[in-house]
DNA sequence: GTACATTGTATATGTACACTATACAATGAT
DNA sequence: ATCATTGTATAGTGTACATATACAATGTAC
């Protein structure tokens, strides 16, 4: 199987730190099911190229991301998607949590001035693709 | 016009700084009008205390949203929550980095393994709160 | 099979941020 | 005036981020 290119791309002026955007990115990928098992990722040095940061950045993302159980990584052999077994726990606390972070996330972007409006419209749409995903 | 007691609460082991998490709780209650214009917040003092960090973090986030405008510091009189003119620019560029950041909270939420329709009905919830708030 | 290119790994260094400690300055009540 | 209470300013310490550089494992070319 050949390596894909996931088009993933960071902002440096977000002030968010480069890995967990890599991260954040490929998990993504991930849980949509636009990378799945069996899948070699680029290189680490590759995609660090292509990002514009080291190349030990990108590797840390993809450890985090093998703790996660969603890569394996292999020494001298490169980075494979694994089948996951994604933990069924519907954790109450994490649930908890979500709807906090969700908060503070919204609040965030009235906050920016973002209308209540297209704030809901974007919510309602992201409900809509999570169930058909 | 007495101090509020602002109920936030901060978790130590999310990983997310103290300040943050204090200035995003704060800024929740400010943008759902729970804390109106004219209310005087507790000392720096007295909330670090109750969430058993230091005076200076919680002095920290004040600054963050004064300069948010949300916010009045009076040296040796305390904070006030003021009248705050919310930019009404509806940036795209904003609410394209809101949909990101959505999509990367809701993958790492189903990478924890809540269920898709969990997190849908969470945020239609969250849609309907906004809307009508 | 040996050299070589390519891959992920490990360690060290500089920088930025978070958090705390401590001293300071402004305000209002006694 | 004195004092307690408030936010402010500066310095010190620890941790995470990012890079540089050397290392080890794998597969291929010859």
Sequence with gaps: MMAQRPRIRIDPASGVPA???IADSL???LVEGQLVPGTELP?????AMELG???NTVAEAYR????EGWLDLKHGRGAVVVARAVPAVNNRARTEDF????RGMVAQMRSQGISAD???AELRAMAKRVTRS
Aim: charge should be positive; charged fraction near 30%; avoid cysteine.
């Design 19 to 21: 890995v967990r955007q």
């Design 27 to 29: 998990r993504v990928l």
């Design 43 to 47: 290189s680490v040095r590759r995609i």
């Design 53 to 55: 940061v080291h190349f």
């Design 64 to 67: 985090q991301l093998a703790a």
């Design 99 to 102: 709807r906090n972070r969700l």
């Design 118 to 120: 297209r704030i809901a």
